[in-house]
């Protein structure tokens, strides 16, 4: 049982370069989420999914796209990164009688 | 606009002593309150968590204490180890709504222990 891992663990994009940010639970867990960390916040929240083929915005979606094709994965996809994506990011996922368990982040540089 | 709110970005306590986090909220809606603890380079882990129907919820060393009148909780920890050294961030959601996908935090207060 691995939990939530993220991949990559860090990743240096030019401005406007596109990548696409890995997740995956393994504990059929239907709500997953993304969140940011930037120094001195708190996490932030930019999508959640309540389940596969289910995502809506959190409170700072603007630059990001998800999609949850199954219920194991929830990609994070940068279209045209910005340095002000630059952030660690964290995956989560939960269920119903369960709190968020996070995955280890990414740390993404935007230059 | 800050719905959760941590005041104290730093804490430092001698190991053996009490350690007290506070966190504030502006949200009437939160239902139910979560302290995640994160070491660096690692994601948050929770910690433990209370339901608005409660006012305080033990863990072993940690305590957690919730006052809706005020809209303030606290997370004691006793006695404070080295080991509990991290950034703790207080999260709230509006469980009755079923978000408990949905958390939003404060910024989180960085507790030392020393030894």
């Known amino acids: 049982n691995a939990g939530v891992t993220q991949t990559p663990k860090f990743q240096v994009l030019k401005t406007g370069q596109s990548m696409t940010l890995q997740c995956a639970q393994d504990m059929n867990h239907e709500y997953m989420s993304w969140y940011r960390q930037d120094p001195g916040m708190g996490l932030r929240l930019i999508h959640y999914?309540?389940?596969?083929?289910?995502?809506d915005q959190g409170e700072v979606p603007n630059g990001y796209n998800v999609s949850r094709s199954t219920t194991e994965d929830f990609p994070l996809r940068l279209l045209s990164a910005a340095p002000s994506q630059t952030s660690v990011y964290f995956c989560a996922s939960s269920s119903d009688l369960d709190t968020q368990y996070f995955g280890p982040g990414t740390r993404l540089t935007v230059l | 606009d800050q719905q959760v709110k941590q005041n104290s970005p730093s804490l430092s306590v001698q190991e053996g002593r009490i350690s007290i986090l506070n966190c504030d909220y502006t949200n009437s809606m939160f239902d139910y309150f979560l302290w995640y603890k994160k070491y660096p380079a690692e994601g948050p882990t929770f910690l433990i968590s209370?339901?608005?129907?409660?006012d305080k919820n033990e863990d072993g060393r940690f305590t957690v204490f919730l006052n809706k009148s005020a809209k303030h909780l606290s997370l004691h920890i006793v006695p404070s180890q080295p080991g509990d050294s991290a950034v703790y961030f207080c999260a709230a959601s509006e469980m009755g709504g079923g978000s408990n996908y949905k958390l939003t935090f404060g910024k989180g207060t960085l507790l030392t222990v020393n030894p």
């Open positions: 209370i339901s608005s129907i409660k």
């Open positions: 999914s309540v389940g596969a083929g289910i995502t």
